[in-house]
């Protein structure tokens, strides 16, 4: 059975006729609920303008959303986004905002709202959206574009790009024609027809073709050098499409780009540091840069930037590959030749952007974009030259410091060494006031350039005037030949001495009449220099004042190279790595001069010390390793105040002195107490290998006669030779180190060597026998001993020799109960000495057999309570 024959089917109702849908219920969703006004309007956008016009009369509701802003904005913002600007001077006219969303204007129709026009709109919901956002002006603005660009548009419907309506109506001003192709390619993005597709490829084929004409044109008057011309297709370009393949087209031309007269192989021919190709390539840079500064500005609207623009592709394309190829041929070459090519690189090329940003230019460049110009030319560089710049300061400061070594240690000429009193007369009269003075600040600021000349110095104005002997040149020949070796500006070891010349453009010295006051000035100051080198030579054994300054101006040349980067002002990572480069270089030199050359030189010294044994044969004055160590302590100190001095003229322009957690100031003090813990360890040896030698000259030179003459001897009140001998090796090994150390380290050296002589003198008068005649010679000595401590000005043990003089009384007084008085009067000692040193003293006596039982009368007797 089927189902039309079921009973229940049978009753089928009466079916209404079929009516047309409404829009409104058409709108709404599955739901039930009406489509949103904001994506109708979202759908809207997509629709051709004649297909708005026709949605408009659908419905009054799709009329509002059809006129809606936000589908007109849309359409414009579409259009802007291909614009060069001709479009959004429309647009800011009467609008300064540019965007017409959120405008306030209506549109009245008999002075009433267009809203209030169509019934039921006031309280519908459903066009709230529309209530809030009523049309404004940019249906308008985009109705004035349609209307004018239609008839364009649609005449590249067939493709024929020569004889189109565009460049009939335009052609004969090419900017105003790149603008209305500008605005045709902008108005196809729209999609205002059904066939936009077909015609935006005749807008793109038009396009391009006026794109090409115009560029040919440009190229033509640029040939041409007819600025008016190039000016004029330039801002065709820039209407059309921003000008960039305009651009494009004026670097490429310029004849830098392809017909570099100078090459970087023309370079480092005829010497190690021969760049005038170099100089002329950037001479002629700076030129060619300068004329283009006018071109530019004739030519191209100043929103352009046509000038940092060619500027940019000249450092990037021209310069940059040139100083990449000189750069590598200088490292082919050697180090320090790539150091010094990288430090004239820098000046030549802020000298460009010098020029670049003056205003004395038509057209020049804000200051910090020429900063950023040489940052993008030297950031490939720099890391390369910053390593490099690190390892070669340690590695030449380690090799200067092995080389001085070796001479050093081939260096056996003893008979050459300077007596404590040559040396003493020396760095008393003339190493003070050349070493700690303005001179010796004047060489160790001297500019980098200069360098050759004051590295050839040992301690400021040390040099030499005599020409340097046959092996020093060929030594310092082999070394400007080697690529890892010395740099160029390093001295040879033997160093020279050159008279210092004033300053002022007052004629030389050589023109000066024989009898000119600065003519006999420097004549003086010439041989006193000269003395001061051959002494100083001698000085040397240990440490060295000329590889420690040589070490310095190397240091100081590397610094400054650094700086030249740090002036600059380099911004983020760059900048943080040229100071910690710039800080890393002083911290070796710091490393370096400190455990490689200074502490190994106070070993030796100390070791010499140790092992030292006075010898009968030596001079009596002089202690060879004690001189040794003493001429090393005035050597440290000398080289600790050039450090201080570097440090005080160069570091701290870069360097906090007040941080104390700066690196810099952390190595720094390390170094300073590395000096003193040399020097501290090195005097405790010190005093006693002096000490041995005075034990030494008073066991050995004190003869029995000195304090037990005869009686038929003539009477002698001067001090013994034995006296003598002993202060005049005492005043000259102490003498030597007054200057050279802080006076607490002074102090402490004095005191000790005072109290340890004290002790020495009493054991070894202890074992003297002493007549009544021999006393007042006794007496001599212990006033001489006396005088000697009183001149090293040390309270504390002076109470000791002062004890020492009044116990010489002991041996003139003849009667046994005025010497037991004296014994016993321990206030004229200062209670420094014990009664029963005393009656050790008194034992020296030659008569002390006969009075010893009167004078020990009280010690020997026994009283029983």
């Not at 809030?132 to 004018?148: D, M, V």
């Not at 065709?236 to 830098?256: E, R």
């Not at 310095?552 to 040349?557: G, T």
């Not at 000692?829 to 020296?844: N, P, S, T």
């Amino acid at each position: 059975m089927s189902l039309l024959d079921d009973d229940v089917y049978n009753d089928i109702p009466s079916v209404d006729p079929i009516r047309p849908v409404s829009l409104v219920e058409a709108a709404r969703s599955k739901s039930g609920r009406p489509i949103p006004p904001s994506v109708l309007i979202r759908i809207f956008q997509y629709l051709p303008v004649p297909s708005l016009g026709t949605v408009a009369l659908a419905s009054r509701r799709f009329k509002v959303l059809a006129y809606d802003d936000e589908i007109w904005d849309e359409k414009l913002r579409i259009m802007l986004e291909n614009d060069t600007g001709a479009l959004a001077a429309m647009l800011d006219g009467d609008n300064p905002k540019g965007s017409l969303i959120d405008s306030e204007n209506t549109i009245y129709i008999n002075n009433k709202p267009l809203n209030t026009l169509i019934p039921g709109m006031s309280t519908d919901p459903y066009s709230a959206r529309a209530r809030a956002k009523s049309t404004g002006q940019s249906k308008e603005y985009f109705k004035q574009l349609y209307t004018q660009l239609l008839p364009y548009y649609v005449d590249l419907r067939d493709g024929n790009k020569e004889t189109t309506k565009v460049l009939r109506d335009f052609g004969n001003s090419p900017e105003e024609c790149g603008k209305v192709i500008n605005l045709l390619l902008g108005i196809g993005k729209c999609h205002i027809v059904d066939d936009w597709k077909k015609i935006n490829e005749g807008v793109n084929a038009l396009s391009q073709y006026f794109e090409s004409a115009s560029l040919h044109e440009f190229e033509v008057a640029y040939d041409a050098h007819n600025t008016a011309e190039m000016k004029s297709y330039a801002n065709a370009l820039i209407a059309l499409n921003g000008g960039s393949t305009c651009m494009q087209t004026y670097v490429q031309k310029h004849p830098i780009f392809y017909d570099n007269p100078f090459k970087p192989e023309d370079n480092f021919v005829k010497s190690h540091d021969d760049l005038t190709s170099f100089k002329k390539f950037m001479l002629l840079v700076t030129d060619q840069l300068e004329q283009q500064s006018a071109l530019a500005l004739d030519v191209f609207p100043e929103k352009m930037d046509a000038f940092y623009m060619i500027a940019d592709r000249v450092f990037e394309d021209v310069i940059a590959e040139f100083v990449s190829q000189l750069l590598g041929r200088a490292m082919s070459i050697g180090k320090h030749l790539y150091l010094s090519t990288m430090s004239v690189v820098l000046t030549s090329t802020k000298d460009v952007i010098t020029v670049l940003t003056s205003d004395e230019l038509p057209k020049s460049i804000q200051k910090d974009r020429g900063i950023n110009l040489l940052f993008k030319l030297f950031l490939p560089f720099l890391d390369d030259y910053l390593y490099e710049e690190s390892t070669y300061a340690e590695n030449i400061t380690k090799q200067y410091i092995e080389e001085w070594n070796n001479r050093s240690a081939a260096y056996t000429d003893v008979s050459a060494r300077l007596t404590n009193q040559s040396r003493e007369t020396f760095k008393r009269q003339v190493v003070p006031p050349l070493l700690l003075t303005s001179a010796f600040k004047k060489v160790l600021t001297l500019p980098v350039d200069l360098v050759s000349t004051a590295a050839t110095t040992i301690a400021s104005p040390f040099q030499r005037a005599n020409t340097i002997s046959g092996t020093t040149n060929k030594r310092a020949s082999a070394m400007s030949t080697d690529s890892m070796a010395t740099p160029q500006s390093t001295p040879p070891s033997t160093p020279k001495v050159s008279t210092p010349v004033p300053r002022s453009s007052s004629p030389s010295l050589t023109d000066q009449s024989p009898k000119s006051p600065t003519t006999s000035y420097n004549k003086d100051i010439t041989g006193q220099l000269e003395f001061a080198r051959q002494e100083l030579d001698m000085l040397q054994n240990y440490i060295s004042l000329e590889t420690s300054l040589q070490l310095i101006h190397i240091n100081k040349e590397s610094e400054r190279r650094v700086q030249q980067f740090i002036d600059i002002g380099f911004p983020g990572r760059m900048k943080s790595d040229l100071h910690h480069t710039y800080e890393q270089i002083f911290i070796q030199l710091l490393k370096t001069l400190g455990h490689t050359h200074i502490q190994p030189g106070f070993d030796s010294a100390a070791g010499r010390l140790s092992s030292y044994k006075p010898s009968a044969d030596a001079s009596i004055e002089d202690v060879p390793p004690l001189t040794e160590f003493f001429e090393l302590v005035h050597v440290a100190d000398v080289i600790q105040q050039m450090i201080q001095l570097y440090y005080d003229e160069e570091i701290t322009k870069n360097v906090d002195k007040l941080d104390f957690m700066n690196e810099v100031n952390k190595e720094k003090k390390t170094f300073e107490r590395l000096l003193d813990d040399c020097v501290a360890q090195g005097m405790d040896r010190g005093i006693q290998v002096l000490l041995s030698q005075v034990e030494f000259i008073l066991s050995h030179e004190q003869r029995k006669e000195d304090y037990s003459p005869s009686a038929d001897a003539m009477p002698d009140l001067k001090p013994t030779k034995a006296c003598q001998d002993t202060i005049k090796c005492l005043q000259s090994n102490t003498s030597m180190l007054v200057g050279a150390a802080e006076k607490g380290t002074m102090d402490l050296f004095f005191s000790e060597i005072g109290r340890r002589f004290f002790e020495i003198l009493c054991k070894h008068l202890k074992l003297q026998t002493v007549n009544e005649m021999g006393g007042f010679r006794y007496i001599s000595d212990m006033n001489a001993y006396y005088d000697f401590i009183l001149t090293l000005r040390q309270k504390t043990i002076t109470p000791y020799f002062l004890a020492l003089k009044s116990l010489a009384n002991l041996y003139i007084i003849e009667s046994a109960a005025d010497i037991k008085s004296l014994i016993h009067d321990l206030e004229r000692y200062h209670g420094l000495m014990r009664i029963e040193d005393l009656f050790e003293f008194a034992a020296c006596r030659s008569d002390w057999p006969i009075i010893k039982r009167v004078v020990q009368k009280d010690m020997t007797d026994c009283s029983v309570m």
